[in-house]
């Protein structure tokens, strides 16, 4: 089982880095979607702090969510495209089908997340965080990462087809902008305020932002890993629900 999650990590990893949209939207688009709100609208906000500290913690998130769409893509091709027969030949272990597109989702977002960071750096991002609190960031990104790697697959399990698979993850992609990952959600207008408070990204994001200011609030802490947690388990079910059913 072990060798055979290995060997689909090494291949659905190369499938990522050779396809340079997938490298782009996952890598690239977030720093350019940083450069883009620290240079261009970020003296627009009034956040009370230097706007790179502040969406910095949101736009770490945003790069976990950029690389869903090939994440989602990749598995359903392997389900619509005849891949998953040939493995049934070869006795590949099912959960090691599985198993590579998340962890090769997961080591995508990583690298994204770190070339984001060294960007924020560059633009003067001046955290005030404890090598704990640094540990609980990247605890806390991974989780997510995880998460949503389980939730993407089960998406492109579900879809006919890779282009819907794509389209199946825009959500997810577009949720972290009505979050407070951009602007605080007591700036918002009704309806949207709601939404940004209670929506699953808002508590993640102010967890990062807590641990990177070095004074995490427990509240988002619990509430963030509950959401991480069910999200990853929702994914899981469901994605080998459907793989059971269709592969």
Not at 101 to 107: G, K, P, W, Y
Not at 114 to 124: D, N, P, R, T, Y
């Given at each position: 089982m072990k060798s055979h999650s290995l060997v689909m990590l090494r291949r659905d990893f190369k499938h990522i880095t050779r396809n340079p949209t997938a490298v782009f939207n996952a890598v690239l688009m977030p720093i350019v979607i940083m450069l883009m709100f620290v240079y261009v609208f970020g003296d627009a906000f009034?956040?009370?702090?230097?706007?790179?500290?502040?969406?910095?913690p949101g736009l770490l998130l945003l790069a976990v969510c950029y690389g869903l769409g090939a994440t989602a893509t990749s598995a359903n091709s392997d389900m619509t495209k005849g891949i998953m027969n040939r493995f049934?030949?070869?006795?590949?272990?099912r959960g090691a089908v599985l198993?590579?597109?998340?962890?090769?989702?997961?080591?995508?977002n990583l690298i994204a997340i770190?070339?984001?960071?060294?960007?924020?750096?560059?633009?003067?991002f001046s955290p005030a965080a404890s090598?704990?609190?640094w540990l609980g960031v990247i605890g806390v990104i991974v989780l997510l990462a995880f998460a949503t790697g389980w939730f993407s697959v089960a998406l492109g399990l579900a879809a006919k087809t890779p282009e819907t698979a794509g389209m199946a993850a825009v959500p997810l992609v577009m949720l972290p902008f009505f979050s407070s990952a951009?602007?605080?959600?007591?700036q918002m207008g009704p309806g949207i305020k709601q939404f940004a408070e209670y929506q699953p990204f808002t508590p993640i994001i102010e967890t990062l932002r807590g641990l990177l200011n070095g004074a995490p609030h427990a509240g988002d802490v619990i509430t963030a890993v509950a959401w991480c947690v069910g999200i990853a388990l929702v994914g899981y079910v469901w994605a080998s629900s459907t793989f059971t059913k269709r592969a």
């Open positions: 009034d956040v009370g702090v230097d706007y790179v500290d502040y969406a910095t049934k030949v070869m006795d590949v272990s198993n590579g597109h998340v962890v090769a989702s997961v080591l995508t770190a070339a984001l960071l060294g960007v924020s750096f560059l633009l003067g090598f704990a609190d951009i602007v605080p959600a007591d």
